[in-house]
């Protein structure tokens, strides 16, 4: 495994939660491999470990045992403080409830990870903006997010991910609260926008509806990765 | 990230109105009650401040606070006129007399008696008539307040308000008749009697008979001589107590704050305002925390550090401790201006707006440092967690 031309490479990874009788094995020694500048999708059935894959890969939850490195660096090793900032610059994220603050505008929450990297609240909207244009919604950037559709909110939390130019785009359920044809419309703008040679995106899904948009797709069961597959299509149970 | 933090506390109205709510109520009830304490306790020195002119008040040694009369033979003026650095000494008498007034009824007054030749220790403020007026027969200035209230005329026809005391009126002090030669104003007194000026020789005539009646004596000192040091030499010539003016009004107000229960009383409703507040604010200002801990992590997980997250905070609670503050002390100012010229005593001193900013501040740090504990606590996984 070239773990320098990964973008994440987890070998071994265990992670459990709790302890005594309430103790739960989410993770039992995960081995997998993301490629740079792929679109892979995490699949598998509710409870199998998914989320608490991208929660260590994103750095933003420890492992137990096992490394995971994030394009070549150990981030369970680095200071809380480097670590918060390694993942503000090079990480973006689409959470499955979106998580738009609800008091600022389109433009304003798309900034954030901008403001977060210490950038002018003035250059940072602006760039929201534009940002705003390129997921096809920048007439409402004025919005606050009560007053946009699902699909339009999730094409904020895109623009969001995106804006600060991250490495890596993790995305948690980003269909699963939009009809057929929206889900369609948001993975054909995740695949125009946000994957690239120097772009990596994984998503976090069991929407068998939008597996065809994957490069690779790696199923989960139980807290262990049971298959891996190139291509658009997995069998499903 | 600060327009971030402003734009999450002010765009969520209801919580924010919450803690503004609490803020301002413990900001008003620590100003207003503050306030009315200061001037309650002001008005038992306010006398003393009225008097203004001279720089040494010489009294019995055992007198305690300025009410506490315990009055002096006539020679110790003239033993107090001897002492080296006196300039000039005056006699001032003090005293409570009853008044019979047109309808009969008797009226408690303080009545003070000036120095009959340079009338010193006068009203500060002469509404209407002059202080040499005192000169005429059996002249005495009332002041504004007693005359409107308690020395008031009955109405003219039943249902009809009182009548004022008015120059030219008369009434009786202790069975000697009096008129009224003018209207001053003074600073409410601990008591709140009407005040009533004369001449010391006709403030004697209207006092029961008693082998002393010298009150105080007012004394200044020669231009280039330290009060201080002219109350030291009065106090070793004639070992009677000598105070400068802010040393008696310390000592009376440090004897209503050690034998009345006025300051407890205050207090617990200053302490009262102070819990409830904390108690309100902080609540709330944790609820809104809580209520948003998901986006604090999402900040968290797209890299906002604690220092930042710290920075936020604090700005939220600073700017509700800013607003809460102000609308509190601006309430209770207007409460101030709105009782100005009724019996409520109000004072509101700098120190006041100090003591309540700094309680004010105190609360929105617990309550920041109280939600600031949630917000490092929370997990940025719980993003994921739908």
Redesign the interface.
């Known amino acids: 495994m070239d773990s320098a031309a990964a973008a994440i490479s987890c070998t071994g990874v265990t992670k459990t939660y709790g302890s005594g009788q309430s103790r739960v094995t989410a993770l039992r020694g995960v081995d997998l491999e993301v490629r740079a500048g792929e679109l892979l999708m995490l699949v598998g059935p509710s409870g199998c470990g998914k989320?608490?894959l991208?929660?260590v890969a994103?750095g933003?939850?420890d492992h137990d045992e096992g490394e995971c490195l994030v394009f070549g660096q150990d981030l369970k090793a680095m200071p809380?403080?480097r670590r918060?900032?390694l993942?503000?610059?090079t990480?973006g994220?689409v959470?499955?409830?979106f998580?738009l603050?609800?008091?600022?505008t389109a433009a304003?929450n798309v900034a954030?990870?901008l403001?977060?990297?210490g950038m002018g609240?003035r250059e940072a909207v602006d760039r929201g903006r534009a940002m705003l244009d390129r997921v096809s919604i920048g007439d409402r950037w004025r919005d606050i997010p009560s007053r946009l559709s699902g699909g339009q909110q999730q094409r904020v939390a895109i623009a969001r991910a995106l804006v600060h130019d991250p490495k890596l785009v993790v995305c948690?359920?980003p269909t699963s609260s939009l009809d057929h044809e929206t889900g369609h419309r948001v993975m054909d703008l995740m695949r125009e926008v946000a994957v690239g040679p120097d772009r990596t995106l994984v998503v976090?899904t069991h929407d068998a509806r939008i597996f065809e948009f994957a490069d690779r797709i790696a199923r989960m069961d139980d807290g262990r990765i049971v298959e891996i597959r190139e291509g658009t299509r997995i069998e499903q149970d | 990230?600060r327009?971030?933090a402003v734009?999450?506390l002010?765009?969520?109205r209801a919580r924010y109105f919450g803690i503004l709510v609490g803020l301002t109520f413990a900001s008003l009830l620590i100003t207003q009650q503050a306030s009315i304490f200061i001037g309650l306790m002001a008005r038992s020195y306010g006398f003393i401040e009225d008097t203004g002119y001279p720089d040494i008040w010489v009294m019995d040694e055992k007198v305690q606070f300025i009410d506490d009369i315990k009055p002096l033979q006539d020679t110790q003026l003239l033993r107090v006129r001897g002492v080296e650095g006196v300039d000039w000494a005056m006699p001032l008498y003090k005293g409570l007399l009853k008044a019979k007034l047109a309808n009969g009824q008797f009226q408690t007054c303080n009545v003070i008696g000036l120095d009959d030749t340079t009338l010193v220790g006068g009203p500060p403020k002469m509404l209407q008539g002059r202080l040499v007026d005192l000169r005429n027969a059996d002249g005495v200035i009332v002041d504004a307040v007693g005359a409107r209230t308690k020395l008031a005329k009955p109405p003219r026809n039943p249902g009809e308000r009182s009548v004022p005391l008015a120059i030219g009126d008369t009434l009786e002090l202790n069975d000697h008749r009096a008129v009224v030669v003018g209207i001053c104003e003074v600073t409410r007194t601990f008591q709140s009697q009407p005040v009533i000026y004369t001449t010391y020789t006709r403030a004697t005539q209207f006092a029961p008979a008693e082998r002393k009646l010298l009150s105080f004596i007012l004394v200044e000192a020669k231009p280039g001589v330290e009060p201080a040091e002219v109350c030291r030499r009065i106090r070793a010539t004639t070992g009677l107590a000598a105070w400068t003016q802010q040393e008696f009004q310390d000592l009376t107000w440090n004897y209503f704050m050690k034998y009345t229960g006025i300051p407890v009383n205050f207090g617990i409703a200053v302490a009262l305002g102070f819990l409830v507040g904390t108690a309100i604010a902080g609540q709330t200002f944790h609820n809104f925390t809580v209520d948003n801990i998901?986006?604090f992590a999402?900040?968290?997980?797209?890299?906002?550090?604690?220092i930042?997250l710290l920075r936020m905070i604090l700005i939220q609670a600073l700017i509700v401790g800013l607003v809460g503050w102000g609308l509190g002390v601006g309430v209770a100012s207007l409460f101030g201006f709105w009782i100005k010229n009724t019996e409520l005593a109000f004072k509101l001193t700098w120190q006041i707006l100090v003591v309540s900013g700094v309680a004010i501040t105190i609360i929105c740090s617990l309550s920041a440092l109280l939600s600031l504990r949630t917000v490092l606590r929370a997990?940025?996984?719980i993003?994921?967690?739908?």
């Not at chain 1, 603050?101 to 600022?104: M, S």
């Not at chain 2, 999402?298 to 604690?306: F, Q, R, V």
């Not at chain 2, 993003?383 to 739908?386: D, I, L, P, R, Y």
């Open positions: 989320t608490t991208i929660s994103a933003i939850l809380q403080s918060t900032a993942r503000g610059r990480i994220f959470f499955q409830a998580n603050l609800p008091t600022l304003e954030i990870p403001l977060i990297n609240r948690d359920e976090v | 990230m327009f971030v734009r999450m002010v765009g969520d998901k986006h999402a900040l968290k997980a797209m890299g906002a550090g604690n930042m997990e940025p996984a993003v994921f967690k739908g």
